[in-house]
């Protein structure tokens, strides 16, 4: 039977989660439609309609305006600074939700690189009463524009058992200290901080940041050469560990392995593979890199 987005539907089709399907069931009609317009003519209708922002704030809101003002006129997304750890209760959830669905979309986005809380689809009128709901629930908005953006950090010591540094206590201090310089957009461009607990930089800091602060140490790998050896008895193929070090600073004899810490650069590919037999360094700190 023919619908109305026949080209979004196909969207809803196979086994994995649709976008298409959460906007439907938001009720966001008009937006649908546009969505399933844009797809028919190959191009966009949203416009730059310049800065949307609420009052005495500047940043933490990405407008989009459209030019089919019949379909949807305005369909604003709002950044809300996250928990560091991203550590919620289900109370704080059911009153974004609650708040969210009575002003907005109800739609919201946990996975961007960002680090904030996106609220997704709203209208200008809305953008106070969200502002005001989210502050009664100890909220406060993300940064965005060429501003210091929402600084995102790894989970860090809440629960990772490499977090070199305690990336959620930087985050924290870094939300309080800099707060001003993330709701009011002054700079040429925008600029990015992400803390990464350990050279596994699971928050992307050194292609997304421009000021990486990665976990690190100073002093030699931890080995426990009993512990290498169940690796291999097990069936580890221990060249391969080897061969991956780009260095080439491992070596095993058969009995024993061997790091010349002098050359190795810290970037974890054995401590990985192996990680009951290896640790990072008892003298643990950060590393702070410039440029991305
Ligand atoms: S970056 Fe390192 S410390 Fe942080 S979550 Fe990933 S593995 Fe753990
Ligand atoms: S941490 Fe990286 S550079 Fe250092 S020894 Fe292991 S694989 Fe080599």
Not at 246 to 254: E, H, L, M, N, Q
């Amino acid at each position: 039977m023919a619908t109305e987005t026949p080209m979004l539907d196909e969207l809803e089709k196979g086994r994995w989660p649709s976008y298409v399907k959460e906007l439907k069931e938001s009720g966001y009609e008009g937006l649908v439609k546009l969505y399933e317009l844009e797809f028919q003519e190959k191009k966009t209708h949203w416009i730059h309609g310049g800065i949307v922002s609420i009052p005495g704030y500047d940043a933490g809101v990405i407008g989009r305006l459209s030019d089919r003002h019949d379909l949807v006129k305005d369909s604003h997304t709002l950044r809300v600074l996250p928990c560091p750890g991203w550590c919620y209760n289900t109370k704080i959830w059911r009153k974004i939700a609650d708040l969210w669905e009575k002003h907005g979309s109800g739609l919201v986005n946990l996975t961007g690189s960002t680090a904030d809380i996106q609220l997704v689809g709203t209208t200008t009128d809305k953008l106070v009463p969200v502002f005001e709901g989210l502050y009664e629930i100890g909220l406060d908005i993300g940064g965005s524009g060429p501003a210091l953006r929402t600084t995102s950090a790894c989970v860090g010591p809440a629960r990772c058992e490499w977090a070199l540094y305690d990336t959620l206590d930087l985050q924290a201090d870094l939300f309080n200290t800099y707060i001003d310089e993330m709701h009011r957009p002054r700079w040429p461009y925008k600029w990015k901080w992400k803390l990464a607990g350990c050279p596994n930089d699971c928050v992307a800091s050194i292609a997304r940041a421009d000021m990486p602060i990665i976990g690190t140490w100073r002093d030699e790998i931890q080995i426990d050469q009993e512990m290498v050896k169940e690796y291999v008895k097990a069936g580890l193929d221990i060249n391969q560990v080897i061969a991956k070090c780009p260095t080439g600073c491992i070596s095993w004899d058969g009995k024993e392995l061997t790091i010349d810490n002098e050359h190795c650069v810290r970037c974890m590919r054995c401590i990985n593979a192996m990680p009951k037999a290896l640790k990072p360094g008892k003298k643990r700190g950060a590393t702070i890199m410039l440029g991305a």
